[in-house]
């Protein structure tokens, strides 16, 4: 079947502008994760959804990043008045379960630039 | 707080040959799951090998297999008979809970022909 989806897959923003990153996870996946992966980097956890519950985020930099899963399927990863700082890949990952040591399977990734 | 350390920015292993990742980790919990990560130029991340604390069986997934020193707070990961594909950025990852990974830095893997 289909895998983790990511768009778009690059995105360039002037500072100050808002972008939104879609996540289409894996169908009838439960959990739903976001990370940051600057340049050089492993990734760093953002946010957690267990369905359409937003079960964790405290990895999210700042009040300007805003996540979403509505109907526990597809996510958007918002960022308001993008900084320099923002300019990372942003990965999607969904797992099966929402239990401990299940895999995570992720997608290709959004590279944002803010220039 | 939980930390990965991956040692070694940079490695390269002729094909055919083996070769040997390190990962270190910090931890006071004494259950919890370890994870060998592949990443491919392409970016798309794809797990290699899974380690379970309790399980004193050291995990082996065709030519991956891992050392995990529990004392040592150690999880290395070898690769056998390296081939081309094997070319990658590699993550060390650690996870108590369903929500907690940890990623290390990474170790960037060229395999030559």
């Known amino acids: 079947g289909a895998g983790v989806s990511q768009s778009p897959r690059y995105k360039v923003a002037k500072r100050g502008q808002d972008v939104a990153l879609r996540c289409d996870p894996i169908?009838?996946?439960?959990?739903l994760f976001w990370y940051q992966q600057a340049l050089g980097q492993g990734p760093e956890f953002l946010t957690y959804?267990?369905?359409?519950?937003?079960?964790?985020k405290s990895g999210l930099p700042s009040d300007r990043f805003f996540a979403e899963r509505p109907e526990g399927s597809v996510s958007t990863l918002k960022i308001q008045r993008t900084q320099q700082e923002d300019s990372a890949v942003y990965l999607c990952?969904?797992?099966?379960?929402?239990?401990?040591?299940?895999?995570?399977?992720f997608g290709p990734g959004t590279r944002l630039t803010v220039t | 707080a939980q930390t990965v350390t991956q040692s070694q920015p940079e490695m390269s292993v002729q094909e055919a040959e083996t070769v040997t990742l390190s990962c270190t980790y910090d931890?006071?919990?004494?259950?919890?799951?370890l994870f060998w990560y592949k990443q491919p130029p392409s970016r798309q991340m794809i797990l290699v090998i899974r380690?379970?604390?309790?399980?004193?069986q050291n995990a082996t997934e065709n030519r991956f297999s891992v050392n995990f020193q529990k004392a040592a707070k150690s999880f290395s990961l070898k690769i056998s008979d390296s081939q081309l594909g094997d070319t990658a950025m590699y993550f060390c990852?650690?996870?108590?809970?369903?929500?907690?990974?940890?990623f290390g830095a990474g170790t960037r893997l060229t395999v030559k022909p």
């Open positions: 990952a969904s797992s099966l379960e929402g239990t401990s040591g299940s895999e995570q399977y």
């Open positions: 169908s009838g996946h439960v959990s």
């Open positions: 959804f267990q369905n359409e519950a937003q079960l964790d």
């Open positions: 931890t006071s919990e004494s259950n919890y799951y």
């Open positions: 380690q379970e604390a309790y399980k004193q």
């Open positions: 990852a650690f996870a108590e809970g369903p929500n907690d990974m940890r």
